[in-house]
């Protein structure tokens, strides 16, 4: 395609429910990053993917967090039991490689009611 | 770690005038450093990067940088701001060896007539 794709654009959610978001890459992009942006704030990181290597989790913010990726494609962020503090809109990036700026998908608005 | 300080949350200027937006990081080493643009409705695009060698890169929409390493700093300027400049400014920088970005928490320019 021709740039990084996030679906939903908008998913409103009770708290306590699960959520799936899914970034699809630009392809041939080894590279996948997701950020989280609440109101007002800058973005803060959350997780990257490279290639095979093993992913960096160190930004996700509780153990409710997880990030699955397959191969060099298809990336899924879950919340599971989503808190109100969870709402923020989740943007996630790629980049052919770890050395080359990010191309940016829209991102996933998040409101857990 | 890595962080980055966007000192102004909300710069107003005239159309016409110039503009700088200042950015200062902490890093050991010398880092790599972005600027991204937010308009309303729309994702981050990239606007300059700074890797290496001359210290003042030109970027998109007549944007520049200066990476000062004694300052920590890479401001953004531009000698004419015009009324599609109005957007969300962030500034990031990745380290080396993890190219995750770790980004400021944003500049929001407001462009008068």
């Known amino acids: 395609g021709a740039g990084v794709s996030q679906s939903p654009s908008n998913k409103v959610t009770e708290k306590g429910k699960d959520v799936e978001l899914r970034c699809d890459p630009i392809s041939g992009h080894t590279a996948l990053y997701w950020y989280r942006q609440r109101l007002g704030q800058g973005l803060e990181f959350l997780i990257y993917?490279?290639?095979?290597?093993?992913?960096?989790k160190s930004g996700l913010p509780s153990d409710r967090f997880s990030a699955e990726r397959t191969g060099e494609s298809v990336s899924t962020l879950t919340i599971q039991r989503t808190q109100q503090e969870d709402s923020a809109v989740y943007l996630c990036a790629s980049s052919p490689d770890g050395n080359s700026p990010l191309h940016f998908g829209n991102g996933t608005r998040l409101t857990v009611t | 770690a890595q962080s980055v300080t966007q000192p102004d949350i909300h710069i107003t200027v005239s159309e016409g005038a110039s503009l700088e937006l200042r950015c200062n990081y902490s890093?050991?080493?010398?880092?790599?450093l972005f600027w991204y643009v937010q308009s309303p409705g729309q994702g981050l695009q990239l606007l300059l990067k700074y890797f290496s060698g001359d210290t003042l890169v030109q970027g998109i929409k007549g944007f520049e940088a200066e990476f000062k390493r004694s300052q920590s700093s890479f401001n953004l300027r531009k000698p004419s701001v015009h009324w599609s400049d109005a957007a969300e400014y962030f500034c990031?920088?990745?380290?080396?060896?993890?190219?995750?970005?770790?980004f400021g928490s944003g500049t929001r320019l407001q462009v008068q007539p």
């Open positions: 990031a920088v990745a380290d080396t060896g993890r190219r995750a970005l770790t």
């Open positions: 993917f490279q290639g095979n290597s093993a992913p960096d």
């Open positions: 890093y050991g080493a010398t880092p790599y």
